[in-house]
Every structure is written in C-alpha cells, then in structure tokens.
C-alpha cells in the first residue's frame, strides 16, 4: 500500500503538468490580421533603402513571425475577412516607423529605429496595447532592404507576444 502512494501522487503530477503545457499550446486569439507597415511625417529611412520594397519585405516577414509566435490560431492578410463569430476574438496589428537616427561614425552608436506597434480588437476597435519598441542597429544591418526588414519585423513581433502573452 505505501508502494502505491508515491505512484499515484506521481501520475497525479504528471496529469497535471500535461494539463498545463496542453493550455500553453492554445492560441489566445482565433486570428490576426496583419497590416502593412507605415512611416511616419517627416521620417527619412536611410539613403540606401528601397522604402517600397522594405515595407513589403516587413509585412511578409511580420506574417511568418506571428504565425510561428502561435498568438493566434490564424495568421491573415491585411484586408481578409473574419467570420463574424470570430471577430470578437481576433486582433489586427499596425505599425508604424515613427523615428530613424543614422549610426554615429562609430560602433558605440548604431542607429535607432523607433515605432509605434498598435494591437486592437477586430470587433469594436478597442486597442488592446500600444507598444513602442526601439531597435539598435548596426550600420551594416541596413545596407540593404532584406536584412533591414528582418530586423525590424523579428523585433516587432518578438515585442507583440511578449506585451500579449
């Protein structure tokens, strides 16, 4: 009889743990919606960058991010229709880059990227969080636009599931 209670308070932990990782792994939100981002009055991105072609390079890129972040059960496009049923339970993230300082001339001042990340709810518009995450980089990082948008999308959504988690 003694052999059996520290097996069944075993299996009782076990049981419980599994119950616990099995709630991790639910997505908090049915989907996610994901706009383009934008840049704000009067900011200047460096000489060097193809502003379309970085602010296409982040939006894909901010796509596969959230879906690997597993926030949300779906990753949608920007513009994609929600099922009503879901809408309550769904988000849209917008971003806009709201400051850029170029690098120093040395390496103890990488340049700054700051924005302006908004998640709201699809239903009523309701914003959820407004996150202003900043980014250090190199000035070889934005030499060209893939790298430079890698950066800045991986950062952003890293700052998502961290303010939504």
Do not use: W
Not at 84 to 90: K, L
Not at 121 to 140: E, G, K, M, N, Q
């Amino acid at each position: 009889m003694r052999r059996l209670v520290p097996l069944a308070l075993l299996f009782a932990l076990f049981v419980c743990v599994a119950s616990l990782s099995a709630k991790d792994d639910q997505p908090r939100y049915k989907t996610a919606e994901v706009k383009h981002f934008t840049l704000g009055d009067g900011v200047t991105l460096p000489d060097q960058i193809n502003q379309q072609d970085y602010f296409n390079l982040v939006y894909d890129k901010l796509l596969e991010e959230m879906g690997k972040s597993k926030l949300a059960g779906q990753v949608v496009a920007e513009g994609a229709t929600v099922p009503d049923a879901d809408a309550a339970d769904s988000i849209v993230v917008e971003g806009k880059i709201t400051d850029f300082q170029k690098a120093g001339h040395t390496m103890m001042h990488p340049a700054v990227l700051s924005m302006e990340i908004k998640v709201y709810r699809r239903s009523d518009h309701t914003v959820i969080t407004t996150i202003p995450p900043s980014i250090r980089i190199l000035p070889a990082a934005y030499r060209n636009d893939k790298t430079f948008s890698n950066i800045t999308a991986e950062e952003a959504a890293h700052e998502i599931k961290k303010a939504l988690k």
